[in-house]
Protein backbone atom coordinates (compact mmCIF):
# COMPACT_ATOMS: atom_id res chain seq x y z
CA UNK A 1 0.00 0.00 0.00
CA UNK A 2 0.83 3.34 -0.66
CA UNK A 3 0.23 6.79 0.09
CA UNK A 4 0.58 10.14 -1.78
CA UNK A 5 -0.20 13.77 -1.61
CA UNK A 6 -2.42 14.82 -4.78
CA UNK A 7 -2.39 17.55 -6.91
CA UNK A 8 -5.08 19.10 -10.01
CA UNK A 9 -3.66 16.19 -11.91
CA UNK A 10 -5.61 13.82 -9.62
CA UNK A 11 -9.19 15.94 -9.89
CA UNK A 12 -10.76 13.12 -11.73
CA UNK A 13 -10.03 10.34 -9.34
CA UNK A 14 -10.29 12.01 -6.21
CA UNK A 15 -14.13 12.85 -7.57
CA UNK A 16 -14.80 9.33 -8.04
CA UNK A 17 -13.72 8.27 -5.05
CA UNK A 18 -14.70 11.03 -2.90
CA UNK A 19 -18.42 10.30 -4.42
CA UNK A 20 -18.07 6.44 -4.28
CA UNK A 21 -17.05 6.25 -0.71
CA UNK A 22 -19.28 8.64 0.61
CA UNK A 23 -22.40 6.72 -1.15
CA UNK A 24 -21.07 3.19 0.57
CA UNK A 25 -20.18 5.26 3.82
CA UNK A 26 -24.02 6.54 4.45
CA UNK A 27 -26.29 5.87 1.38
CA UNK A 28 -28.21 3.53 3.35
CA UNK A 29 -28.83 5.16 6.30
CA UNK A 30 -29.62 8.64 4.25
CA UNK A 31 -32.52 9.76 2.02
CA UNK A 32 -31.23 9.96 -1.84
CA UNK A 33 -32.20 12.74 -1.77
CA UNK A 34 -30.22 14.50 1.02
CA UNK A 35 -27.53 12.47 -0.95
CA UNK A 36 -27.70 13.82 -3.91
CA UNK A 37 -27.52 17.36 -2.59
CA UNK A 38 -24.58 16.78 -0.81
CA UNK A 39 -22.39 14.95 -3.21
CA UNK A 40 -23.33 18.17 -5.46
CA UNK A 41 -23.00 20.27 -3.51
CA UNK A 42 -19.30 19.00 -2.12
CA UNK A 43 -18.06 16.68 -4.45
CA UNK A 44 -18.77 18.84 -7.81
CA UNK A 45 -15.71 19.48 -10.17
CA UNK A 46 -15.11 23.12 -9.43
CA UNK A 47 -15.55 22.56 -5.61
CA UNK A 48 -13.02 19.92 -5.67
CA UNK A 49 -10.76 21.88 -7.42
CA UNK A 50 -10.52 24.53 -4.80
CA UNK A 51 -10.01 22.28 -2.43
CA UNK A 52 -7.40 20.49 -3.81
CA UNK A 53 -5.86 24.69 -4.72
CA UNK A 54 -6.29 25.79 -1.53
CA UNK A 55 -2.78 26.21 0.21
CA UNK A 56 -4.44 25.15 4.21
CA UNK A 57 -5.33 22.12 2.70
CA UNK A 58 -3.97 18.47 1.61
CA UNK A 59 -5.30 15.39 -0.28
CA UNK A 60 -3.86 12.18 0.08
CA UNK A 61 -5.23 9.35 -2.18
CA UNK A 62 -4.23 5.72 -0.58
CA UNK A 63 -3.10 2.76 -3.45
CA UNK A 64 -3.58 -0.97 -3.00
CA UNK A 65 -1.88 -2.54 -5.76
CA UNK A 66 -1.66 0.44 -7.28
CA UNK A 67 -5.77 1.28 -7.75
CA UNK A 68 -7.55 4.09 -5.80
CA UNK A 69 -8.62 2.48 -2.04
CA UNK A 70 -9.20 5.41 -0.15
CA UNK A 71 -8.11 8.88 0.45
CA UNK A 72 -7.67 11.72 3.47
CA UNK A 73 -8.38 15.49 3.32
CA UNK A 74 -6.34 17.68 6.14
CA UNK A 75 -7.10 21.32 6.69
CA UNK A 76 -4.69 24.22 8.99
CA UNK A 77 -5.44 27.41 10.05
CA UNK A 78 -8.07 29.03 8.21
CA UNK A 79 -9.05 26.26 6.33
CA UNK A 80 -10.80 24.25 9.26
CA UNK A 81 -13.78 23.66 9.31
CA UNK A 82 -14.33 25.04 12.86
CA UNK A 83 -12.68 27.82 14.80
CA UNK A 84 -10.54 27.70 17.56
CA UNK A 85 -7.73 24.91 16.65
CA UNK A 86 -4.82 27.17 15.89
CA UNK A 87 -2.95 24.60 17.22
CA UNK A 88 -4.00 21.81 15.42
CA UNK A 89 -4.71 19.97 12.18
CA UNK A 90 -8.30 18.89 11.38
CA UNK A 91 -9.01 15.53 9.28
CA UNK A 92 -11.92 16.68 7.28
CA UNK A 93 -12.17 13.50 5.39
CA UNK A 94 -11.19 10.31 5.66
CA UNK A 95 -12.57 7.36 3.93
CA UNK A 96 -11.88 3.79 2.66
CA UNK A 97 -13.53 1.64 -0.25
CA UNK A 98 -15.54 -1.13 1.13
CA UNK A 99 -13.54 -3.47 -0.67
CA UNK A 100 -10.63 -2.51 1.43
CA UNK A 101 -11.84 -1.82 4.73
CA UNK A 102 -9.91 -3.49 7.43
CA UNK A 103 -6.36 -3.96 5.36
CA UNK A 104 -5.12 -1.11 7.82
CA UNK A 105 -5.50 1.57 5.30
CA UNK A 106 -7.20 4.26 7.78
CA UNK A 107 -4.84 3.42 10.31
CA UNK A 108 -1.52 4.19 7.97
CA UNK A 109 -3.77 7.26 6.68
CA UNK A 110 -4.05 8.50 10.58
CA UNK A 111 -0.47 7.79 11.24
CA UNK A 112 0.44 9.70 7.64
CA UNK A 113 -1.71 13.11 9.22
CA UNK A 114 -0.06 12.70 12.80
CA UNK A 115 3.57 12.96 11.42
CA UNK A 116 3.01 15.69 9.32
CA UNK A 117 1.03 17.36 12.58
CA UNK A 118 4.47 16.60 14.16
CA UNK A 119 6.59 17.83 11.43
CA UNK A 120 4.43 21.26 11.99
CA UNK A 121 4.52 21.23 15.82
CA UNK A 122 1.51 21.46 15.99
CA UNK A 123 -0.57 19.77 20.11
CA UNK A 124 -3.55 17.91 18.12
CA UNK A 125 -5.33 16.19 14.95
CA UNK A 126 -9.54 16.21 15.43
CA UNK A 127 -11.93 14.88 13.21
CA UNK A 128 -15.93 14.58 13.65
CA UNK A 129 -17.82 11.55 13.07
CA UNK A 130 -21.21 10.79 12.72
CA UNK A 131 -22.98 10.10 15.89
CA UNK A 132 -23.96 7.06 14.45
CA UNK A 133 -21.17 5.24 12.87
CA UNK A 134 -20.24 3.37 15.85
CA UNK A 135 -17.65 1.07 13.39
CA UNK A 136 -15.91 4.73 12.98
CA UNK A 137 -15.88 5.94 16.44
CA UNK A 138 -14.83 2.70 17.68
CA UNK A 139 -12.05 2.80 15.57
CA UNK A 140 -11.32 5.72 16.45
CA UNK A 141 -11.02 5.78 19.80
CA UNK A 142 -8.95 2.47 19.38
CA UNK A 143 -6.28 4.92 17.78
CA UNK A 144 -6.26 7.12 20.77
CA UNK A 145 -9.05 9.61 19.71
CA UNK A 146 -11.44 10.90 22.84
CA UNK A 147 -14.46 12.92 21.79
CA UNK A 148 -14.23 16.69 23.11
CA UNK A 149 -17.64 18.17 21.95
CA UNK A 150 -20.41 18.01 19.18
CA UNK A 151 -21.20 19.98 15.72
CA UNK A 152 -23.76 20.19 13.58
CA UNK A 153 -23.45 18.28 9.90
CA UNK A 154 -25.76 18.92 7.38
CA UNK A 155 -26.41 16.19 4.63
CA UNK A 156 -28.87 17.57 2.20
CA UNK A 157 -31.85 19.33 4.28
CA UNK A 158 -30.94 16.70 6.69
CA UNK A 159 -29.56 18.23 10.15
CA UNK A 160 -27.08 15.28 11.79
CA UNK A 161 -24.65 15.51 14.74
CA UNK A 162 -21.13 14.65 14.82
CA UNK A 163 -18.99 13.80 17.60
CA UNK A 164 -15.64 15.93 17.31
CA UNK A 165 -12.67 14.10 18.39
CA UNK A 166 -9.08 14.87 18.75
CA UNK A 167 -5.57 13.29 19.57
CA UNK A 168 -2.56 14.55 20.81
CA UNK A 169 0.28 14.46 18.85
Not at 13 to 31: A, D, L, P, Y
Amino acid sequence: MTIRECGLEDLPVVKQICEKTFVETFGEENSEEDMEKYLQETFSEEVLKKELEEEDSLYFLAYMEEKPAGYMKLNFRDAQTEKGHEDAMEIQRIYVLKEHKGKGIGKRMIEKAAAIGREKSLQYIWLGVWEHNRAAIAFYEKLGFLKFDTHVFVLGEDHQIDHLMKRAL
